[in-house]
């Protein structure tokens, strides 16, 4: 079972900031959090990941807690492109399978 | 950049019969995955394979078999089709890494309808 849980879907005004949280209160201390995303059909696509420390990419950036129970994607400037199935997943390696909760849909809104 | 390749793309069968589905990975990449996506599922792993033997097994019928060949591509073989194992079947692939901290790349997926 999924060790995280999102809100099922969240509207983003096009141009603005998607914030996307995430929960993981059960997340142990060697645990990453990683987050995927899939556009409609599409497979999955890697968007970032981390441990304890903030991490941003040309994608996005985490926002882990100082407890690691939670978590935050954001999205600096959504475009319609971003509509997606957004995964956030806890994981002791990146080489492990992965758990796909029922993530959090987003749609981008022009 | 080269991606996961996967063949054929759409596949249809008829109820008992067989199929199987190919998986490319990222050249030097050693570990495959795959995933099923029923209709407005998510996706749900199947199998894995690290350096040509099996890693990680999830919730994959016994009707179902895979392996992963010295070139480091996969199949997946799936007999007895029922109607139920319509979907989107992924494969994706991943560089094992010290760390551990990597990322899965997916291919475009291979979507299966049995009739």
């Known amino acids: 079972d999924a060790k995280t849980t999102q809100p099922p879907s969240m509207d983003c005004a096009e141009g603005r900031a998607a914030n996307l949280p995430c929960n993981h209160s059960?997340?142990?201390?060697?645990?990453?959090v990683y987050w995927y995303r899939q556009i409609h059909s599409q497979g999955p696509q890697y968007i970032i990941h981390?441990?304890?420390n903030n991490e941003t990419n040309e994608m996005a950036s985490l926002i882990i807690t100082e407890d690691r129970k939670s978590s935050t994607l954001i999205l600096p400037h959504a475009t319609l492109r971003d509509t997606a199935v957004y995964y956030c997943?806890?994981?002791?390696?990146?080489?492990?399978?992965?758990?796909f909760g029922k993530g959090t849909r987003l749609s981008v809104i022009a | 950049a080269a991606g996961v390749i996967q063949s054929p793309r759409h596949l249809i069968k008829e109820k008992r019969e067989t199929a199987t589905l190919k998986c490319y990975p990222i050249?030097?990449?050693?570990?495959v995955y795959w995933y099923q996506q029923g209709p407005g599922q998510d996706p749900q792993f199947l199998i894995s394979?690290?350096?040509?033997?099996?890693?990680d097994k999830g919730s994959i019928p016994d009707r179902f078999s895979a392996q992963q060949f010295s070139d480091y591509h996969s199949e997946l073989n799936m007999s007895s089709l029922e109607l139920g194992d319509s979907a989107l079947y992924f494969c994706?692939?991943?560089?094992?890494?010290?760390?551990?901290?990597?990322?899965?790349?997916f291919g475009p997926g291979t979507r299966l309808t049995v009739l």
């Open positions: 050249p030097r990449h050693d570990t």
């Open positions: 394979f690290y350096e040509k033997m099996q890693s």
């Open positions: 997943i806890a994981l002791i390696s990146g080489n492990t399978p992965l758990v």
């Open positions: 994706a692939s991943s560089l094992v890494r010290l760390l551990g901290d990597n990322e899965q790349f």
């Open positions: 981390g441990l304890k």
């Open positions: 059960t997340i142990s201390g060697n645990e990453y």
